[in-house]
């Protein structure tokens, strides 16, 4: 696809350009500019989704005045809900299932505040959740803030995490705790 | 069993076709054909619902070429996302409750190498032929279970007759006739009879 940002995806059914803040990367795919309906963000790039990576039906950016996503290279996600004032972090080579919440507790109600966080131009700080390249997320998982899931490793469907997750480690349930490793099975 | 003419498909909203290879019993009810847009076993029959079966607007048969489904006589499905790479059976009489999802596959590697390849291969541009193949494991529902709402059943379990899955468990394992499950892993809650 490849649409110059502020302008209307080809294939799309939403009567309303992509955001300005909005940066889609080559051969990428972005289902409708539908998904920033609740986008709020100011900041100077809001979303950015990498080279050759998906970003299907079902997923929003209910982002804040503060709130930022970045996507990396051949990442799919078939559908997620990214719900934050902070910034989210996805490497690549990510798989993300459908019905996927990442979430820092902000709602991106109309009227909704920052969180007291600095001012945009001077926030240089780390991600509140964050994706190492080659990971996978399971359908219907949440990711609350402080997730930060290690590369290559897996988070099982419907599991909840907030903690740092080693790199390919497999995590599962509710509360999610670590049951094996992709790298090393028993 | 017979083909038979679907009994009634509501909604003017619905273009969508009915696939050649969708076998319905009798007085089956299909809120919306679009329910089959994502069907695409080369088995013939793909995908059998026997007679009575209701399949309400929120469900959906997501079967890949090498899989097929098959649904049992007054089963009861409402919001069922079926992800079917190689066999899932459900039996008669079932209920499978809104926003439920069942998945006879893992749909991508553990091993993180494979995994990256299959990530290469899904990319928006790139050739999706070149995926690792699948591995399903069949899963089966027994006779007059109920999944609950938001529940997640996972490859190769067996659920028994008159099994219960509370709201929002994940089903890793099989679980045994008449027994109540729940909780992200399952665990049994209770013990309990089989119905006759």
Known sequence: ?186 | MEAHEVDAITGRFDHATLPANVKTGRDVWIERRASFARCRSAYRPGCVLGDRVRVHAWTTFNIEPDGSVEVGDDTVLVGATLLCAGRIRIGRGVVVSYGVTIADCDFHPIDPAARRLDAEANAPAADRSRRPPLVPRPVEIGDDAWIGIGAIVLKGVRIGRGARIGAGAVVTGDVADGVTVAGNPARVVAAGEVPR
């Open chain 1, 1 to 186: 696809m490849t649409a110059p940002t502020g302008s209307r995806i080809v294939h799309d059914w939403f009567p309303q350009p992509l955001p300005t803040n909005v940066v889609l990367g080559e051969r990428s795919w972005l289902y409708s500019a539908y998904a920033f309906v609740h986008c709020r963000s100011r900041r100077p790039v809001a979303v950015r989704i990498g080279a050759d990576s998906g970003v299907y039906h079902g997923s929003f950016f209910d982002l804040g005045p503060d709130g930022e996503v970045d996507i990396g290279a051949f990442t799919t996600v078939v559908g997620a809900i990214f719900a934050t004032d902070g910034r989210i972090a996805i490497g690549d080579h990510v798989m993300i299932a459908h019905e996927v919440v990442l979430a820092d507790g902000f709602a991106a109600t109309p009227d909704a505040p920052a969180l007291g966080r600095p001012a945009v131009a001077s926030r240089g700080e780390a991600p509140v959740i964050e994706i190492g390249s080659n990971a996978w997320i399971g359908m219907r998982a949440t990711l609350l803030a402080g997730a930060r899931i290690g590369r290559d490793a897996i988070v099982a469907a419907g599991a909840v995490v907030d903690f740092e997750v080693p790199a390919g480690a497999i995590v599962a349930g509710v509360p999610a705790r670590i049951v094996g490793s992709c790298t090393a099975r028993p």
